[in-house]
């Protein structure tokens, strides 16, 4: 299991997982450039699943009631690019208050007490990796979040539980701004 937090700037897993998507542009992103607060990659140890998803959060206007809407765009290399927003897809909204649920793993530092050492990580199974643009310490101090594990973390089952429940929501197309 791996752990990376970094303060007012790009981690380097932050730079890794915005360089990942490959050949992918940010072109698609259309009204939502500039809006991604959240990104998941998910990677095969032999190339066999790979799998990059970004949210992104806009605002949407009715009369005066202005109201939070979230988009994912997910990139797989068979099924192409797919998009999921909350206007189309309810069960978005669920997904993402589970997103920010997740508790990351604790700082296990070598040779610092622990009542158990952590489990030998395993190098053949899927990697997961989720990073967050926006994270606080407390309410006075900005910050980046990212983690990830393998098969068996809760990042891994929180993936698993998310393509199910919305794997009725995809479209090609990018959501309305409407």
Same mark, same amino acid.
């Given at each position: 299991?791996?752990? &990376?937090?970094?303060?007012?700037? +790009?981690s380097?897993?932050?730079?890794?997982?915005?360089?990942?998507?490959?050949a992918?542009?940010?072109?698609?992103e259309?009204?939502?450039?500039?809006?991604?607060?959240?990104? +998941?990659?998910?990677?095969?140890?032999?190339?066999?699943?790979?799998?990059?998803?970004?949210?992104?959060?806009? $605002?949407?206007?009715?009369?005066?009631?202005?109201?939070?809407?979230?988009?994912?765009?997910r990139?797989?290399?068979?099924?192409?690019?797919?998009?999921?927003?909350?206007k189309?897809?309810?069960?978005?909204?669920?997904?993402?208050? =589970?997103?920010?649920? +997740?508790?990351?793993?604790?700082? =296990?530092?070598?040779?610092?007490?622990?009542?158990?050492p952590?489990?030998?990580?395993?190098?053949?199974?899927?990697?997961?990796? +989720?990073s967050?643009s926006?994270?606080?310490?407390?309410?006075d101090?900005?910050?980046?979040l990212?983690?990830?594990?393998?098969?068996?973390?809760?990042?891994?089952?929180?993936?698993?539980?998310?393509?199910?429940q919305?794997?009725?929501c $995809? &479209?090609a197309?990018l959501?309305?701004?409407?």
């Open positions: 299991m791996s752990f &990376k937090l970094g303060l007012f700037g +790009l380097a897993l932050s730079v890794f997982l915005s360089c990942s998507a490959g992918q542009s940010v072109s698609d259309g009204f939502l450039r500039g809006r991604q607060f959240a990104e +998941l990659t998910v990677r095969g140890a032999f190339g066999d699943r790979t799998e990059d998803w970004s949210f992104y959060v806009y $605002w949407t206007s009715v009369g005066s009631d202005r109201r939070t809407q979230y988009a994912v765009r990139v797989d290399p068979q099924a192409g690019i797919s998009w999921a927003d909350t189309t897809c309810e069960p978005l909204t669920a997904v993402i208050a =589970s997103m920010a649920a +997740l508790a990351p793993p604790s700082v =296990s530092i070598p040779g610092v007490y622990r009542a158990t952590p489990p030998p990580p395993v190098y053949d199974g899927v990697q997961y990796h +989720l967050f926006y994270a606080a310490w407390g309410d101090a900005a910050g980046e990212a983690f990830g594990g393998n098969y068996d973390t809760p990042v891994a089952e929180w993936h698993g539980r998310m393509s199910e919305l794997s009725n $995809w &479209k197309s959501p309305s701004e409407t």
